[in-house]
């Protein structure tokens, strides 16, 4: 089973990949970050120029995952990834709508992938920034991301709504590192439950 989970910056989409693929124990894939992007593709974005180029840089970084998904995926694993094809068509906002013919050409990139469900994060504006403040990156600026987030959450927002398979999730007074929170997102993702790794007291050992 393929779970993409999207939303706009800022919201915690790689931490919610990481700590549902370590509950799952099926493996993850990130779409990565500064260090591990091009280097001209923050700078880039932050400009808001090249927007050609940005969409079709991402949408071959997870065209790579799913590939790569291919081969690990099969009955009983369930395998997260960051990002789909909702992804490169939200991001759609942020450019000139002059411009949106031409990008709308780099989403055929991602017309195969098809995850089996789509979870798309959403909040309220203070959450936002309450988080990217606390990640306290020094490339990002809090406004800046604010406003990248407005745009972007507002057509997630909207293509979920049309989206097989998608679900929306308020991540407002949710903790990604509290399993009661993780359990609320999966449940209400329909996911099937992951198998806990057994913990007990013991005095010794018997394998």
């Keep these: 089973m393929r779970v993409a989970?999207?939303?706009?910056?800022?919201?915690g989409k790689s931490t919610l990949v990481r700590q549902l693929a370590d509950l799952?124990?099926?493996?993850?894939?990130g779409e990565g970050e500064k260090g591990v992007w091009d280097p001209r593709v923050l700078a880039d974005i932050e400009a808001g120029r090249n927007p050609v180029g940005v969409t079709a840089y991402f949408g071959r970084l997870y065209d790579a995952n799913y590939r790569d998904a291919l081969?690990?995926?099969?009955p009983g694993r369930v395998i997260f990834f960051e990002g789909a094809r909702i992804t490169l068509e939200a991001h759609l906002a942020e450019y000139p709508a002059e411009q949106h013919e031409e990008?709308?050409?780099v989403l055929a990139i991602g017309d195969w992938?098809?995850?089996?469900?789509?979870?798309?994060?959403?909040?309220?504006?203070?959450?936002?920034?309450k988080h990217i403040k606390l990640r306290n990156r020094p490339h990002e600026s809090v406004e800046l991301m604010v406003h990248r987030f407005r745009l972007i959450d507002a057509e997630f927002r909207r293509l979920a709504a049309l989206e097989p398979g998608a679900v929306i999730i308020n991540r407002d007074n949710m903790e990604f590192h509290e399993r009661a929170d993780l359990v609320r997102i999966i449940q209400?993702?329909?996911?099937?439950?992951?198998?806990?790794?057994?913990?007990?007291?013991?005095?010794?050992f018997s394998s």
Excluded: Q
């Design 71 to 74: 081969e690990h995926d099969r």
């Design 5 to 11: 989970i999207v939303g706009g910056p800022g919201i």
């Design 24 to 29: 799952y124990h099926n493996g993850s894939y």
């Design 113 to 129: 992938w098809k995850p089996d469900r789509t979870i798309c994060l959403t909040s309220s504006t203070d959450t936002i920034e």
């Design 103 to 105: 990008l709308r050409r």
């Design 188 to 204: 209400g993702a329909g996911l099937p439950m992951f198998t806990e790794v057994p913990y007990e007291m013991m005095e010794r």
